[in-house]
Each structure stands twice: as structure tokens, then as C-alpha cells.
């Protein structure tokens, strides 16, 4: 499975139009997981260089955004 950083623009009331980012493996897609480009690359890589398995991939993402 390849990880791949996922750049996309979301609208909301608060914040308005603004960059985010998120990962793609396949069909398993996380959305708007920061808005910070450079520590979604090293997640990727992580996520890439330990060859995590898709049934963890959310998993990873959790214990990242909970860190």
C-alpha cells in the first residue's frame, strides 16, 4: 500500500475557504487532517516507511492527531 498526501480546499463558516491536507491509500481516504503540509509529508512517510497496514492506517492518524 502507498500513502500519499491529499491537498484539498475546504469551505467553512468560521474560517472560510482555506488549504488542507489529508492522506490517500487506495480507496481509504482522511480529509482535512491538518493544515500543515510538512507534518502530513513525515506522517506519510511514516505511514510508508513502516509499510503500516490499511486496517491501522486511521489508527496512525488518530494517534497522531491526539499527540
Known sequence: MV???LEETVTDEEQGQRLTYGIIAG???V???SDKREAVERLVE???TRQVPLM???DVI???LTR
Open 3 to 5: 500513502y500519499k498526501v
Open 27 to 29: 480507496a481509504a481516504v
Open 31 to 33: 480529509s482535512d487532517i
Open 46 to 48: 511514516l505511514l510508508n
Open 56 to 58: 491501522h492506517f486511521k
Open 62 to 64: 488518530e494517534d497522531f
